[in-house]
């Protein structure tokens, strides 16, 4: 079993709609999470990172679930910039990150 | 503004000729990573530097090595390019020792062999 999985994708949606992103991850002792966009051909930046209790971005919202280790993202409102890769990102106190496959995301006009 | 800077964006080079990549940084972070990136695949990991510690991934081949002189520079060594070693190659970097502390990644290195 992977450390890190993710939905398969790639997504292509309407420009406007709500798409969910899933993350497992297999390491309980995992302390830190994040969620990563990565444009074709560009580096991996940080979109937001996951805390415990949840956290909303204007149209991205994040959720955490450490009994099931689970980490979701979510967009709302879905704009043709937001066609890239997202990477689910797992790591302990700041030293050792694991990344997940990626799920290719593509917004349709 | 702080950042991580990599050297130089695009490397061309022949079918065993030696190749250096360098990769700077002003974010005063003590852990440096150099990842591999291949066509529609998730960054892989190469080894990474904790403070002056290196550290290996069990897969990453020989061929690989890496040199971190100072907190600031850390250089990636191919010392014989093969055709699949054709990649992107990312440097990043984190802070040790708590929650939230991501890692800052720079535009990477797009090296083609011929």
């Known amino acids: 079993r992977k450390e890190v999985e993710q939905d398969p994708g790639p997504f292509n949606v309407p420009e406007g709609a709500t798409v969910a992103f899933n993350c497992t991850y297999s390491?309980?002792?995992?302390?830190?999470f994040f969620w990563y966009r990565q444009d074709c051909r560009k580096e991996p930046k940080l979109l937001m990172s996951v805390y415990s209790s949840g956290n909303e971005d204007g149209r991205f919202t994040a959720q955490l679930n450490r009994a099931s280790q689970y980490i979701s993202l979510l967009i709302r409102d879905s704009k043709l910039s937001d066609s890239a890769t997202y990477l689910c990102v797992v790591s302990d106190y700041g030293q050792n990150f694991v990344f997940g496959p990626g799920t290719r995301l593509s917004v349709l006009p | 503004d702080a950042m991580v800077i990599q050297n130089p964006r695009y490397q061309v080079t022949q079918f065993g000729k030696p190749v250096t990549l360098s990769c700077s940084q002003t974010?005063?972070?003590?852990?440096m990573y150099w990842y591999q990136q291949k066509s529609s695949q998730a960054p892989k990991l190469l080894f990474h530097y904790y403070d002056k510690d290196f550290n290996n991934e069990a897969d990453t081949p020989d061929n690989f090595q890496s040199r971190r002189p100072n907190t600031s520079f850390c250089f990636l060594d191919i010392r014989s390019p093969g055709l699949g070693d054709a990649a992107m190659y990312l440097c990043a970097t984190s802070i040790s020792g708590g929650h939230y502390n991501e890692q800052f990644f720079g535009p990477g290195t797009r090296l083609t062999v011929l």
């Open positions: 974010l005063n972070h003590n852990v």
């Open positions: 390491n309980s002792a995992s302390q830190s």
